[in-house]
């Protein structure tokens, strides 16, 4: 049974209320955080967010984590279950960033939460090494907004990159677009039109921090992005990896066989479980954990 489904009228959202209502209903399908997560309000410089923490997590790994929805709807409530997922997976602890979204805020908006949260982040301590930025959907494609962002800035970059059924590629020009359109449980052109025209705005759909599928990722850490083969985004995913290997970054893309848009959340899915174990793998390794020596040791 597929984790997802369609509007029932199968036209396209027209209004925000319309499409806020719609993501909403998709969120509420991944159910509830698995038990021992928690929870706690908080904020990276001028950037308000949630931290998820793990009971396994080692000190000094840290994901900081964009939610999808389109760039106009989410928050890191919506995606508590994912988010979780993850965090345990990568025995790491989480900063969920609470940016703006559209149409209230408009490109670039998001993008400069991320950067900010970021710096934030690093003015705590934190050690960049110990850092994975990691999204989904439209957060995926923020995340390598962000490691841009970052990158151009001239600010140390992260471990690693980490995507979950990018969407990274506003200008909607994939092939699975169209190719995918009757397979996609969740999410059809006109939706992601929709959200790109509110976001948007007048900026230009390739310029690659809107779309990083069209981006140099020239000195990018590591990249793991994976997708379903039967999503309208699978072909976001394979432009992020041919974007990495152009740069010669590594990278690792993989494609699930028969798999719809964010398939880990489907708990009685084989492939779920061997997507988070290969995300978490690439987590755990990427980072260098610090091991913080007890007093008078």
């Not at 990276?44 to 994901?63: D, N, S």
């Not at 760039?71 to 508590?80: F, L």
């Not at 061997?274 to 091991?291: E, M, N, P, W, Y």
Request: proline share 7%; with cysteine; net charge neutral.
């Amino acid at each position: 049974m597929a984790l997802w489904t369609r509007p029932s009228s199968g036209a396209a959202p027209s209004d925000i209320g319309q499409l806020r209502a719609h993501f909403a209903a998709l969120f509420a399908r991944f159910g509830e955080p698995a038990a021992g997560l928690e929870f706690i309000p908080g904020q990276l410089g001028p950037i308000p967010g949630e931290w998820t923490r793990h009971p396994r997590a080692q000190p000094g790994r840290v994901l900081l984590y964009f939610h999808g929805g389109g760039y106009i709807a989410g928050s890191p409530e919506s995606h508590r279950p994912l988010i979780g997922k993850l965090v345990e997976a990568g025995e790491a602890e989480a900063f969920a960033v609470r940016y703006r979204l559209a149409p209230e805020c408009v490109y670039p908006a998001a993008v400069r939460d991320g950067i900010d949260a970021y710096r934030g982040l690093l003015a705590t301590g934190q050690d960049p090494s110990g850092i994975i930025l990691a999204g989904d959907g439209s957060g995926g494609g923020l995340a390598f907004a962000v490691a841009l962002a970052i990158r151009n800035a001239g600010l140390a970059m992260p471990a690693g990159v980490v995507a979950m059924s990018p969407w990274a590629d506003l200008s909607l020009s994939g092939w699975s677009m169209l190719q995918n359109q009757k397979s996609d449980p969740a999410l059809h052109w006109e939706i992601l039109f929709q959200c790109a025209r509110h976001y948007l705005r007048k900026s230009n759909p390739s310029d690659a921090y809107c779309s990083p599928a069209f981006a140099n990722l020239k000195e990018f850490p590591p990249v793991m992005v994976h997708a379903g083969a039967a999503e309208i985004l699978r072909d976001d995913a394979s432009k992020l990896g041919d974007r990495a290997a152009d740069a010669q970054t590594a990278v690792s893309v993989e494609i699930y066989d028969g798999m719809g848009h964010l398939f880990q959340m489907d708990a009685k899915s084989n492939e779920a479980k061997v997507s988070l174990a290969r995300l978490g793998q690439f987590i755990r390794s990427k980072t260098r954990a610090q091991h913080i020596q007890p007093e008078n040791a």
